[in-house]
């Protein structure tokens, strides 16, 4: 006859082991940046109409009137929930500096959580519409936050980037604002 | 008003929780021991006020309250009702709520329903469960409020993803949570058994028509989940490898696992810690399959709605939930006596065996569902599919079929192979008549070849537990076990036939038409729009006659919705007994053509009539144990009432 023998010790401890493991590899995995080249398929195509409401009480709300207007500029995808839109802020803080006009999409977010954000990370946003059911969001086919989109002068979207602006990424964004402007 | 209340019962149900908890637990360390009266009420009326909570979703999602935010971020007025019904678990937060409520309403039942088991280890299972179950309390309070209204109530929704726009939503989510989250029972009685050492057989038998009723759910909803995708996509597919399959798949394993360890140990007092172990793991895996797909760190063809916060605070929940259980296990398992010893040769070898080949796919479709992250980790992107999953998880099914099919024939403790020689002979003897004769058919693969090869031997094989008995006499439970192995044969072969024998065909047809797949000769008849309640649609009626037969017609449609703008190919399918006919309507082309996808699919539906014969010997087996429970209970009940009698 033989038996299970008496487990040894260390082996009570291996699903433990095992488990961590897991939860470490997820953990990486959760707080590495989502940033990652997708052509979307809206590039080339306008703007959808749109009317989102003031997000916050110092900053008008956004329509699609207010960005057909003649002159480039980004339409950025945000929350203040969102890690990672924390770490563009100085990038936006940078082109808003350099005189691009930026408007923000506050997703799914509260007026008071939203004005503290922007108290502590600066507020680039000439405009800020709440986007509190992902209407516009998922109209001009952004599936995370932040996104941010470079729309020409008549309201066509001309490049979208996904995931947060690095400071490498200046230099392409800035390109696209130039290539949208002629 | 009504989401309002929906919120207050979800508070009170989190306060009843947190009562539950500590009624349930003080007593343990001596404490308090005048709480313990109040656990079991506390159970209960939690279950209530989730359904309560839930009955507030399900009528404001009904009545597309718009000032609700979920309801206008995902249900549009002009929906078809039963979507608008669907709808309401159809979303994160929705099926969040329906995790709890089934949750609540499960340890509500245990409380009521359970008396077999020592009070010390009720009292910790219930606080177990109560633990868990404040852990999601806190989620959707904080993170996921379902009831959260607007400032401003919305004048349309946003509608529900089209492809969700299918009958198939109103029944799968509702079936694999009711199957994820009754481990979540097993897993406490895991919990409750450690904290208190009292594992033996009367614990097994508390625990298996949990098991069982959760393994049930779990197979349907499977099964249910890849027709869904099936018919749905378009793809012609029926399971992918995607990780949302995956993670239903996962627990399904290792509840399959646990179901027969614990028979083992109600039938044998063997198996202990393993048996504990199992608990543990069926239930970890639900959680780290609703993280996997929630957190958005897998990329899938479920697209959820994904944030960060949500990712973190499941991971957390994981951390504690799973860490704190495995820590308990690694602590107190050895101190767990041991149980009965067994032969090698023996049912309960078998059964380990098995245990051990189930444990070992579970570890495979693990690894290769979280295999992309740890490239991704290094640097890589990558997506693991068929190429890994097929072979590795083959080299372990295999063993695994040969054994199940010897298996059930064993004696319990030890037996000698010799005495089931007779029925050895006759299986192998069948795999080796199937195998000459699928030779002679060259060009079918290999893993098709073995598939095909063994449904066959496993189908005789699962019938041979009957044989020489009485079958009216035979127990439920051995009708049950039958009739879900001779399902696994039925399913093996549906699979098996499909990738072996499947035809396929991409043409650009003109109306009027004709193109042949397999045995079937298809005319294009004409195309024209069609309009749904929310959609509008091209249809391409289809002739279809099977080898010069009469025709009948399909409607395979590609729908616009515009409510999301979206379009859906919804395929048309025709079944016959030994196959079916799968059709998806493509693009027009330049030249007034019209694309068609056409499929030839022998024998493919046994796939899902095998789940279903699975899923109904589970069914079976679960009756039988709680007639014979009940049975038990009445028969003690009255030899205390005599005795009583003879006392006085």
Same mark, same amino acid.
């Given at each position: 006859?033989?038996?299970?023998?008496?487990?040894?010790?260390?082996?009570?401890?291996?699903?433990?082991?095992?488990?961590?493991?897991?939860?470490?590899?997820?953990?990486?995995?959760?707080?590495?940046?989502?940033?990652?080249?997708?052509?979307?398929?809206?590039?080339?195509?306008?703007?959808?109409?749109?009317?989102?409401?003031?997000?916050?009480?110092?900053?008008?709300?956004?329509?699609?009137?207010?960005?057909?207007?003649?002159?480039?500029?980004?339409?950025?995808?945000?929350?203040?929930?969102?890690?990672?839109?924390?770490?563009?802020?100085?990038?936006?803080?940078?082109?808003?500096?350099?005189?691009?006009?930026?408007?923000?999409?506050?997703?799914?977010?509260?007026?008071?959580?939203?004005?503290?954000?922007?108290?502590?990370?600066?507020?680039?946003?000439?405009?800020?519409?709440?986007?509190?059911?992902?209407?516009?969001?998922?109209?001009?086919?952004?599936?995370?936050?932040?996104?941010?989109?470079?729309?020409?002068?008549?309201?066509?979207?001309?490049?979208?980037?996904?995931?947060?602006?690095?400071?490498?990424?200046?230099?392409?964004?800035?390109?696209?604002?130039?290539?949208?402007?002629? | 008003?009504?989401?309002?209340?929906?919120?207050?019962?979800?508070?009170?149900?989190?306060?009843?929780?947190?009562?539950?908890?500590?009624?349930?637990?003080?007593?343990?360390?001596?404490?308090?021991?005048?709480?313990?009266?109040?656990?079991?009420?506390?159970?209960?009326?939690?279950?209530?006020?989730?359904?309560?909570?839930?009955?507030?979703?399900?009528?404001?999602?009904?009545?597309?309250?718009?000032?609700?935010?979920?309801?206008?971020?995902?249900?549009?007025?002009?929906?078809?009702?039963?979507?608008?019904?669907?709808?309401?678990?159809?979303?994160?937060?929705?099926?969040?709520?329906?995790?709890?409520?089934?949750?609540?309403?499960?340890?509500?039942?245990?409380?009521?329903?359970?008396?077999?088991?020592?009070?010390?280890?009720?009292?910790?299972?219930?606080?177990?469960?109560?633990?868990?179950?404040?852990?999601?309390?806190?989620?959707?309070?904080?993170?996921?409020?379902?009831?959260?209204?607007?400032?401003?109530?919305?004048?349309?929704?946003?509608?529900?993803?089209?492809?969700?726009?299918?009958?198939?939503?109103?029944?799968?989510?509702?079936?694999?949570?009711?199957?994820?989250?009754?481990?979540?029972?097993?897993?406490?009685?895991?919990?409750?058994?450690?904290?208190?050492?009292?594992?033996?057989?009367?614990?097994?038998?508390?625990?298996?028509?949990?098991?069982?009723?959760?393994?049930?759910?779990?197979?349907?909803?499977?099964?249910?989940?890849?027709?869904?995708?099936?018919?749905?996509?378009?793809?012609?597919?029926?399971?992918?490898?995607?990780?949302?399959?995956?993670?239903?798949?996962?627990?399904?394993?290792?509840?399959?696992?646990?179901?027969?360890?614990?028979?083992?140990?109600?039938?044998?007092?063997?198996?202990?810690?393993?048996?504990?172990?199992?608990?543990?793991?069926?239930?970890?895996?639900?959680?780290?399959?609703?993280?996997?797909?929630?957190?958005?760190?897998?990329?899938?063809?479920?697209?959820?709605?994904?944030?960060?916060?949500?990712?973190?605070?499941?991971?957390?929940?994981?951390?504690?939930?799973?860490?704190?259980?495995?820590?308990?296990?690694?602590?107190?398992?050895?101190?767990?006596?041991?149980?009965?010893?067994?032969?090698?040769?023996?049912?309960?070898?078998?059964?380990?065996?098995?245990?051990?080949?189930?444990?070992?796919?579970?570890?495979?479709?693990?690894?290769?569902?979280?295999?992309?992250?740890?490239?991704?980790?290094?640097?890589?992107?990558?997506?693991?599919?068929?190429?890994?999953?097929?072979?590795?998880?083959?080299?372990?099914?295999?063993?695994?079929?040969?054994?199940?099919?010897?298996?059930?024939?064993?004696?319990?403790?030890?037996?000698?192979?010799?005495?089931?020689?007779?029925?050895?002979?006759?299986?192998?003897?069948?795999?080796?008549?199937?195998?000459?004769?699928?030779?002679?058919?060259?060009?079918?693969?290999?893993?098709?070849?073995?598939?095909?090869?063994?449904?066959?031997?496993?189908?005789?094989?699962?019938?041979?537990?009957?044989?020489?008995?009485?079958?009216?006499?035979? !127990? %439920?439970?051995?009708? /049950?076990? @039958? +009739?879900?192995?001779? $399902?696994?044969?039925? #399913? *093996?072969? =549906?699979?098996?036939?499909?990738?072996?024998?499947?035809?396929?065909?991409?043409?650009?047809?003109?109306?009027?038409?004709?193109?042949?797949?397999?045995?079937?000769?298809?005319?294009?008849?004409?195309?024209?729009?069609?309009?749904?309640?929310?959609?509008?649609?091209?249809?391409?009626?289809?002739?279809?006659?099977?080898?010069?037969?009469?025709?009948?017609?399909?409607?395979?449609?590609?729908?616009?919705?515009?409510?999301?703008?979206?379009?859906?190919?919804?395929?048309?399918?025709?079944?016959?007994?030994?196959?079916?006919?799968?059709?998806?309507?493509?693009?027009?082309?330049?030249?007034?053509?019209?694309?068609?996808?056409?499929?030839?699919?022998?024998?493919? !539906? %046994?796939?899902?009539? /095998?789940? @279903? +014969?699975?899923?109904? $010997?589970?069914?079976? #087996? *679960?009756? =039988?144990?709680?007639?014979?429970?009940?049975?038990?209970?009445?028969?003690?009940?009255?030899?205390?009432?005599?005795?009583?009698?003879?006392?006085?």
């Amino acid at each position: 006859m033989t038996t299970p023998k008496a487990i040894a010790g260390w082996a009570l401890w291996l699903p433990l082991g095992i488990f961590a493991l897991f939860v470490g590899l997820v953990l990486v995995g959760l707080l590495r940046p989502a940033s990652h080249e997708i052509e979307s398929a809206m590039i080339g195509k306008p703007l959808p109409p749109f009317d989102l409401p003031a997000a916050v009480a110092d900053r008008p709300g956004l329509a699609l009137a207010h960005m057909a207007t003649g002159k480039p500029r980004l339409l950025n995808v945000f929350a203040s929930w969102c890690i990672p839109c924390a770490v563009e802020a100085p990038q936006l803080a940078k082109l808003a500096a350099a005189g691009v006009q930026i408007d923000g999409v506050a997703i799914r977010d509260r007026r008071e959580d939203l004005t503290a954000f922007l108290a502590r990370n600066g507020n680039p946003y000439a405009r800020i519409g709440a986007d509190d059911v992902s209407e516009l969001q998922m109209a001009i086919g952004s599936s995370g936050v932040p996104e941010t989109f470079v729309v020409d002068g008549k309201g066509l979207i001309r490049y979208q980037h996904i995931g947060e602006i690095r400071a490498e990424h200046l230099p392409v964004i800035e390109g696209k604002l130039r290539e949208a402007g002629q | 008003m009504t989401a309002e209340f929906g919120l207050v019962a979800l508070w009170l149900a989190a306060a009843l929780a947190a009562l539950q908890l500590i009624a349930g637990a003080l007593p343990l360390t001596g404490r308090g021991g005048e709480l313990a009266g109040l656990v079991r009420p506390a159970a209960a009326v939690q279950g209530l006020l989730c359904a309560v909570s839930f009955a507030a979703l399900v009528v404001l999602f009904c009545q597309t309250d718009l000032s609700v935010k979920l309801v206008a971020a995902n249900s549009h007025s002009a929906k078809p009702f039963i979507y608008k019904l669907a709808g309401t678990w159809g979303n994160h937060e929705g099926s969040m709520l329906l995790w709890v409520t089934v949750m609540g309403l499960s340890g509500a039942f245990v409380a009521l329903v359970e008396r077999r088991l020592p009070e010390r280890t009720m009292l910790a299972t219930l606080a177990g469960q109560a633990f868990v179950s404040l852990g999601f309390y806190a989620f959707l309070l904080m993170s996921s409020n379902p009831f959260e209204r607007l400032a401003q109530p919305k004048v349309e929704g946003n509608g529900l993803n089209p492809l969700l726009q299918d009958i198939g939503l109103a029944f799968h989510p509702p079936t694999l949570y009711l199957g994820y989250v009754g481990l979540s029972v097993a897993f406490s009685f895991a919990i409750g058994a450690l904290i208190t050492r009292e594992v033996g057989p009367a614990f097994a038998r508390a625990m298996r028509p949990w098991v069982l009723g959760a393994w049930i759910f779990l197979t349907l909803g499977i099964t249910a989940g890849s027709y869904w995708a099936y018919y749905e996509l378009g793809w012609g597919g029926w399971w992918f490898w995607d990780p949302v399959e995956n993670a239903s798949l996962m627990p399904w394993l290792a509840a399959t696992a646990l179901l027969h360890s614990v028979s083992v140990l109600a039938a044998r007092n063997a198996l202990r810690a393993w048996t504990i172990m199992l608990g543990v793991v069926a239930f970890s895996m639900s959680m780290v399959g609703t993280f996997l797909v929630r957190s958005g760190v897998l990329t899938s063809v479920h697209a959820f709605a994904v944030d960060p916060e949500r990712g973190t605070f499941i991971l957390a929940l994981l951390a504690i939930n799973i860490g704190g259980a495995l820590m308990l296990f690694a602590l107190r398992a050895g101190t767990v006596t041991e149980g009965e010893r067994f032969a090698v040769t023996s049912r309960e070898g078998a059964l380990v065996f098995n245990n051990v080949m189930l444990s070992a796919i579970l570890g495979i479709v693990l690894f290769g569902t979280l295999y992309p992250l740890l490239a991704e980790a290094l640097g890589a992107r990558v997506s693991v599919g068929p190429p890994y999953f097929n072979p590795m998880g083959a080299l372990f099914v295999v063993p695994m079929l040969v054994v199940m099919a010897v298996g059930p024939l064993l004696r319990w403790r030890r037996d000698r192979i010799g005495r089931i020689r007779h029925e050895l002979i006759a299986i192998a003897g069948l795999v080796g008549i199937a195998a000459i004769g699928l030779a002679a058919w060259s060009g079918i693969g290999l893993l098709p070849f073995i598939g095909l090869a063994l449904a066959g031997a496993l189908a005789v094989a699962s019938l041979m537990p009957l044989r020489g008995r009485r079958l009216l006499r035979t !127990p %439920l439970a051995t009708w /049950g076990m @039958v +009739l879900a192995h001779f $399902g696994i044969a039925i #399913a *093996l072969f =549906g699979m098996a036939s499909e990738s072996a024998f499947s035809v396929e065909k991409l043409v650009a047809a003109k109306v009027g038409e004709t193109t042949q797949v397999g045995p079937w000769a298809i005319r294009l008849d004409g195309v024209q729009p069609v309009a749904g309640p929310n959609w509008t649609a091209i249809e391409a009626p289809l002739s279809a006659s099977y080898r010069g037969g009469s025709a009948v017609v399909l409607h395979p449609q590609a729908r616009s919705f515009w409510q999301p703008p979206q379009q859906t190919a919804e395929s048309a399918l025709l079944t016959r007994w030994n196959g079916q006919l799968y059709v998806v309507l493509g693009e027009e082309a330049d030249d007034g053509r019209w694309q068609l996808r056409l499929w030839w699919k022998p024998f493919a !539906p %046994l796939i899902w009539l /095998g789940g @279903v +014969l699975i899923a109904l $010997g589970g069914l079976l #087996a *679960l009756l =039988g144990r709680v007639i014979a429970d009940l049975r038990r209970i009445a028969a003690r009940e009255k030899i205390a009432y005599r005795r009583e009698r003879q006392g006085r």
